[in-house]
């Protein structure tokens, strides 16, 4: 209890160099507020300059990719070109050396008169030759095994013997069909392979 000494005086009973916790515990909790505060503050900042960078790149990498649009429409083109001018190209049929394959398996007494070929590859040969001998050897020329690798399924359509005031000969006509890798560009080493 408290004693009066001077009615104008109070004297307390109580330690006078006692803190009190209440105000010790809110400056404290105030304090690590404020470093809870700036250390967010610091952390949006950072994010913030982060996105500012981000977001440089990526204006940066479209505009740059806005550039590369015609390139790659022009690159877009000139592979569909390429595709065409290949497809054109792959399938294009080697009538020269067709000819040459006739020329080599053909016989010198023998006149052609007539050869029609389809671009899928079917052949109609009407030629004439001096006798059946020479007629023989033009069709072992072309089923034999060697004339097989260029020509299939060789049929005479008509053999006939003609016979005039000075001599005779052998007309015929051949229906065959020529392999696909003779017809096809680009592939007569596949042919040599298998003549070897």
Not at 92 to 104: M, S
Not at 167 to 175: C, L, Q, V
């Amino acid at each position: 209890m408290a004693t009066y000494t001077d009615p104008t005086t109070i004297i307390s009973t109580s330690k006078p160099d006692a803190v009190q916790a209440g105000p010790l515990i809110l400056v404290l909790g105030g304090i690590i507020a404020l470093v809870f505060a700036g250390f967010f503050f610091l952390q949006i900042s950072s994010a913030k300059s982060e996105d500012t960078t981000v977001l440089a790149q990526i204006g940066t990498a479209q505009k740059n990719l806005d550039d590369l649009k015609p390139t790659a429409v022009q690159l877009a083109s000139i592979t569909a070109e390429a595709k065409g001018l290949h497809s054109i190209f792959d399938t294009q049929k080697r009538w020269p050396a067709v000819l040459d394959k006739f020329a080599e398996r053909l016989e010198k007494d023998m006149a052609v008169t007539s050869l029609q070929m389809s671009d899928t590859g079917g052949v109609t040969l009407a030629g004439q030759v001096p006798d059946y001998e020479t007629y023989a050897k033009v069709f072992q020329a072309l089923t034999d095994a060697g004339g097989q690798t260029y020509f299939s399924s060789a049929k005479p359509a008509v053999v006939t013997k003609i016979t005039t005031a000075t001599g005779s000969y052998i007309t015929f006509t051949f229906t065959l069909n020529l392999q696909p890798l003779v017809l096809n560009k680009g592939s007569l080493k596949e042919v040599k392979e298998v003549t070897k």
